[in-house]
């Protein structure tokens, strides 16, 4: 029988920890919503005494989320616990989640103290959190280094106090997922009352095994695990979401599952990245830039004949709408050619063995081929006068206490037509007067902006992505003038559509 793995987002609790990484409560809950549509089972939501604005964040996440179970941290002091119930007094389903450091390191350096007085205080911790609440997590913070023996009796003792989930964090990242599995075994196998409380993961990444460490926690026993979007979070971060939940999916064997919805996913890596003002690295799991790239002409040729030749994930499972196939010196002919097609450009053999030789070329003198480069070297310079839609000329009014203008002028079909539009900005302005002139429905996919050369009198390229009932169009141009460049590239991706 299928085990349903609890996915438990900290996203706003230990992911914001990370310094500069802070979050207003507009913000958090805006995040919030997302970790609902994505699916979440729990939110942790904050840590509600460490500050005003972050009881404030708890409460109003607590009345706009409707599935979720919200959560609130607290130590295992009266006075956190008191404040983490109040802070939650408007969640539909709600969580205390209180606990206290258990290895040899946190009960002598830290909290001074010995063995049997912090598994009172953990104990007394629980049945305080009880009165509040009928859902207490239970974290024994640094589990990773504690004693077994002395783990379990902790987990027994606050099991039978209340708890009805059991948190056991390699809070240092210092467990192999061997040891880690072994630990969560320990326990199924050594606490008696084990099955009254639900186990869960909550693993860090110092030594890069936070998503090893879970999967192993998990395959012994541990039916919940704490992540959180991008795994950011304290140090090298957390537990990944997206690598656990796409673990679990891609592996039927395992027999687990998720509420997870996964097509979701991209989209709440890029609004974690993008609030949280931390850059995704290009090569992470699932979500970088790169995840689905392929830059080798064996790879490039192997996916365009079959997917799975070197993909295990399809990227529309997590958001991604299509591979990147990208041309650098390594790049084949299959890539070369499949990449112009997708331009529009089809050509015989030997036209498209002479562009490739060029290709080849200035591959060598480039990091990587761009879509302009491509069409230069298909001729396109030749036709520019041949475009189905020109712009015949563009006049913009911007500034500080001026509302962006533009004024478009564009040949289309042997006529002239001329529309000008207001917007957030020049080119914005800009590009709703071309849509309004032309009449397409089209929404912008990508928009970028490259400088060619250097200076202030940068010629600067400009690539956009438009999607028109399903299909994807490619437009590009060069000037100096950006604003310039960004119309023309815009009417180019216009023109492709029939």
């Known amino acids: 029988m299928t085990s349903k793995i609890q996915i438990f987002d900290t996203t706003l609790r230990d992911g914001e920890q990370v310094p500069g990484c802070q979050l207003n409560t507009i913000e958090k809950i805006e995040i919030a919503r997302q970790l609902e549509k994505l699916g979440v089972d729990i939110i942790e939501a904050g840590f509600p005494v460490s500050s005003p604005g972050d009881f404030n964040s708890v409460v109003e996440i607590s009345k706009i989320i409707e599935a979720p179970v919200i959560c609130a941290l607290t130590r295992a002091v009266n006075k956190d616990i008191e404040v983490a119930a109040d802070s939650l007094k408007f969640?539909?389903?709600?969580?205390?989640?209180?606990?206290?450091?258990?290895?040899?390191y946190h009960i002598k350096h830290k909290l001074n103290s010995n063995p049997e007085d912090i598994?009172?205080?953990?104990?007394?911790?629980?049945?305080?959190?009880?009165?509040?609440?009928?859902?207490?997590?239970?974290?024994?913070?640094?589990?990773?280094?504690?004693?077994?023996?002395?783990?379990?009796?902790?987990?027994?003792?606050?099991?039978?106090?209340?708890?009805?989930?059991?948190?056991?964090?390699?809070?240092?990242?210092?467990?192999?997922?061997?040891?880690?599995?072994?630990?969560?075994?320990?326990?199924?196998?050594?606490v008696p009352n084990i099955d009254k409380a639900i186990i869960s993961t909550h693993c860090h990444n110092d030594l890069g095994m936070a998503t090893a460490n879970t999967l192993s926690g998990i395959m012994n026993g541990a039916r919940q695990a704490e992540v959180t979007v991008n795994g950011i979070g304290e140090r090298a971060g957390n537990t990944s979401l997206e690598e656990v939940v796409m673990a679990i999916k891609s592996h039927h064997a395992l027999d687990f599952e998720t509420g997870i919805d996964s097509r979701q996913i991209m989209k709440s890596s890029k609004?974690?990245?993008?609030?949280?003002?931390?850059?995704?690295?290009?090569?992470?799991?699932?979500?970088?830039?790169?995840?689905?790239?392929?830059?080798?002409?064996?790879?490039?040729?192997?996916?365009?004949?079959?997917?799975?030749?070197?993909?295990?994930?399809?990227?529309?499972?997590?958001?991604?709408?299509?591979?990147?196939?990208?041309?650098?010196?390594?790049?084949?002919?299959?890539?070369?050619?499949?990449?112009?097609?997708?331009?529009?450009?089809?050509?015989?053999?030997?036209?498209?063995?002479?562009?490739?030789?060029?290709?080849?070329?200035?591959?060598d003198k480039k990091k990587d081929i761009s879509d302009e480069d491509l069409e230069i070297l298909a001729g396109r310079e030749k036709q520019k006068g041949k475009r189905p839609?020109?712009?015949?000329?563009?006049?913009?009014?911007?500034?500080?206490?001026?509302?962006?203008?533009?004024?478009?002028?564009?040949?289309?079909?042997?006529?002239?037509?001329?529309?000008?539009?207001?917007?957030?900005?020049?080119?914005?302005?800009?590009?709703?007067?071309?849509?309004?002139?032309?009449?397409?429905?089209?929404?912008?996919?990508?928009?970028?902006?490259?400088?060619?050369?250097?200076?202030?009198?940068?010629?600067?390229?400009?690539?956009?992505?438009?999607?028109?009932?399903?299909?994807?169009?490619?437009g590009f141009s060069a000037h100096t003038d950006i604003v310039t460049a960004s119309v023309e590239a815009f009417l180019d991706a216009l023109g492709k559509i029939s």
Not at 333 to 355: C, M, V
Not at 449 to 466: E, F, M, N, P
């Open 271 to 363: 609004l974690v990245s993008t609030l949280m003002h931390m850059p995704v690295q290009p090569n992470k799991a699932i979500v970088g830039r790169n995840a689905f790239a392929h830059s080798s002409g064996i790879h490039q040729d192997g996916v365009l004949k079959y997917r799975q030749n070197y993909e295990i994930i399809d990227p529309a499972e997590v958001g991604v709408k299509e591979s990147a196939i990208v041309l650098t010196a390594r790049s084949g002919r299959a890539a070369l050619k499949h990449r112009l097609q997708l331009l529009a450009y089809e050509f015989e053999t030997k036209e498209l063995d002479d562009i490739y030789n060029r290709f080849l070329e200035l591959a």
């Open 389 to 474: 839609i020109e712009l015949v000329s563009l006049q913009v009014m911007c500034g500080k206490s001026t509302i962006p203008t533009a004024t478009v002028q564009v040949s289309f079909k042997g006529d002239v037509f001329t529309e000008t539009a207001s917007g957030n900005g020049p080119i914005d302005a800009s590009f709703t007067a071309v849509k309004n002139l032309l009449k397409r429905r089209v929404r912008l996919e990508e928009f970028l902006i490259q400088a060619i050369t250097r200076g202030s009198d940068d010629l600067g390229k400009v690539h956009v992505q438009v999607e028109h009932k399903g299909d994807i169009y490619y």
């Open 119 to 190: 598994l009172k205080r953990a104990v007394e911790a629980v049945k305080y959190a009880r009165k509040f609440v009928d859902d207490v997590e239970f974290y024994a913070e640094d589990a990773g280094r504690t004693d077994n023996e002395y783990l379990a009796r902790v987990i027994e003792s606050v099991i039978k106090a209340g708890a009805t989930v059991v948190n056991i964090p390699d809070t240092t990242g210092y467990c192999l997922p061997y040891e880690y599995g072994e630990k969560i075994a320990f326990l199924v196998n050594n």
């Open 91 to 104: 969640a539909k389903r709600k969580r205390i989640h209180t606990g206290i450091g258990t290895s040899e």
